[in-house]
């Protein structure tokens, strides 16, 4: 299960902040290389500041105009939205414009959001099989909607399926899982969530397992990753 979204293969990064709800800055095209992306990010927030002092003076409206155009010509994505595990507890429909939570088609198409990284929370607090029933429960969600409003969501696997969805002016719902405390000592559990689609799993949470350490949890005997979690990883990159 590679880390197969990193779009920095495309070598050009367009950098963007958000001011208000309601508009959007452009910073710069970057030519970068993976290994300074929090360089260049940091640097674009010093830039961000001139560039917003300067709209607001005189130029906001030019901004906005140039930074509504190259969010239409881009592929723009939010690497975790965790809508699904919203969505078991709040009767919602993000197909249109939800009243309540931080994500619904609404404003996804009118902020220019391309792909949302939909991810399954998992809390430490469930033991391995809540937490895979959990697990179903927001995998089916996901899949309903994929379903239901074709014309709207489209499943992602790949950097080719978001490019694919774009220009078919569809939003991508890849699917994630945050914390993997529900893969238990079970290395075949892994395939099971290739087979539902998940494309990145983070090991963790707030709370340390049987993968690794986490850094909020002062339970760190291991100080990293446990010897199992070494093995998933390399069973999450040979899927």
């Given at each position: 299960?590679?880390?197969?979204?990193?779009?920095?293969?495309?070598?050009?990064?367009?950098v963007?902040?958000l001011?208000?709800?309601?508009?959007m800055?452009?910073?710069?095209?970057?030519?970068i290389?993976?290994?300074?992306?929090?360089?260049?990010?940091a640097?674009?927030?010093?830039?961000f500041?001139?560039?917003?002092s300067?709209?607001?003076?005189?130029?906001?409206s030019?901004l906005?105009?140039k930074a509504e155009?190259?969010?239409?010509?881009?592929?723009?994505?939010?690497?975790?939205?965790?809508w699904p595990?919203w969505l078991?507890r709040y009767?919602e429909?993000?197909?249109?414009?939800?009243?309540t939570?931080?994500f619904?088609y609404?404003?996804?198409?009118?902020?220019?959001?391309?792909?949302?990284?939909?991810?399954?929370?998992i809390?430490?607090?469930?033991?391995?099989?809540?937490?895979r029933?959990?697990l179903d429960s927001m995998?089916n969600?996901?899949?309903?909607?994929i379903?239901?409003?074709?014309?709207?969501?489209?499943?992602?696997?790949?950097?080719?399926d978001?490019?694919?969805?774009f220009?078919k002016?569809?939003i991508?719902?890849?699917?994630?899982?945050e914390?993997?405390?529900?893969?238990g000592?079970?290395?075949?559990?892994?395939s099971y969530?290739?087979?539902?689609?998940?494309?990145?799993?983070?090991l963790n949470?707030?709370?340390?397992?049987?993968l690794?350490?986490?850094?909020?949890?002062?339970?760190?005997?291991?100080?990293?990753l446990?010897?199992?979690g070494?093995?998933?990883?390399?069973r999450?990159?040979?899927?």
């Open positions: 299960m590679p880390l197969f979204f990193n779009l920095i293969e495309e070598r050009i990064i367009k963007f902040f001011k208000t709800p309601g508009s800055f452009l910073i710069s095209h970057i030519k290389s993976p290994l300074k992306v929090f360089i260049s990010f640097g674009g927030v010093i830039v500041l001139l560039l917003t300067a709209a607001e003076n005189n130029n906001d030019v906005l105009s155009k190259i969010c239409r010509e881009s592929i723009v994505l939010d690497a975790h939205i965790d595990e078991t009767s429909n993000i197909s249109g414009k939800a009243a939570g931080d619904d609404y404003r996804a198409y009118k902020g220019g959001l391309n792909a949302a990284f939909s991810v399954a929370y809390s430490a607090r469930l033991n391995e099989k809540k937490g029933l959990m995998v969600i996901v899949h309903s909607y379903k239901t409003y074709p014309d709207k969501f489209a499943a992602a696997f790949s950097p080719a978001v490019r694919h969805n220009r002016n569809l991508s719902l890849p699917l994630c899982v914390n993997g405390s529900l893969i000592n079970d290395l075949s559990y892994i969530l290739k087979e539902k689609g998940i494309v990145y799993i983070t949470h707030n709370k340390s397992n049987n690794g350490d986490a850094n909020l949890d002062k339970n760190r005997i291991r100080n990293g446990s010897p199992f070494k093995e998933v990883i390399k999450m990159n040979k899927e």
